[in-house]
């Protein structure tokens, strides 16, 4: 089995920062991309993220220049450093990985922490 656990989310004020890290854990034997995506409430989830294995990175036009991800595939970890951060960033953010396993390749999602953005 594979797992994906978030940390560090919680509430700052606007203009503040947080960091995220997501663990993956598991009869892992290869990670590709690792995302973040995030889920406003009443709104679609949506990818803020993304980084392949060798470290190219993409970003929503919401979050460029404010966020930035990164991932130690020696941990099998992967972060989002959220700086600048306003209230519309409030939502549940969620790792997501494509993951292959000794049974097949497959994705996996963490469980989703919450930011919260106000004053």
């Known amino acids: 089995q594979v797992q994906l656990v978030e940390s560090g989310g919680g509430l700052v004020q606007p203009g503040g920062s947080l960091r995220l890290s997501c663990a993956a854990s598991?009869?892992?034997?290869?990670?590709?991309?690792m995302n973040w995506y995030r889920q406003a409430p009443g709104k679609q989830r949506e990818l803020v993220a993304h980084?392949?294995?060798?470290?190219?990175?993409h970003y929503d036009d919401a979050v460029k220049g404010r966020f930035t991800i990164s991932r130690d595939n020696a941990k099998n970890m992967v972060y989002l450093q959220m700086n600048s951060l306003k209230p519309e960033d409030t939502a549940v953010y969620y790792c997501?990985?494509?993951?292959?396993?000794?049974?097949?390749?497959?994705?996996?999602w963490g469980q989703g922490t919450q930011v919260t953005v106000s004053s």
């Open positions: 980084i392949l294995s060798g470290g190219t990175t």
């Open positions: 997501h990985a494509d993951i292959e396993t000794f049974q097949g390749r497959y994705d996996f």
């Open positions: 598991g009869s892992i034997f290869r990670i590709n991309g």
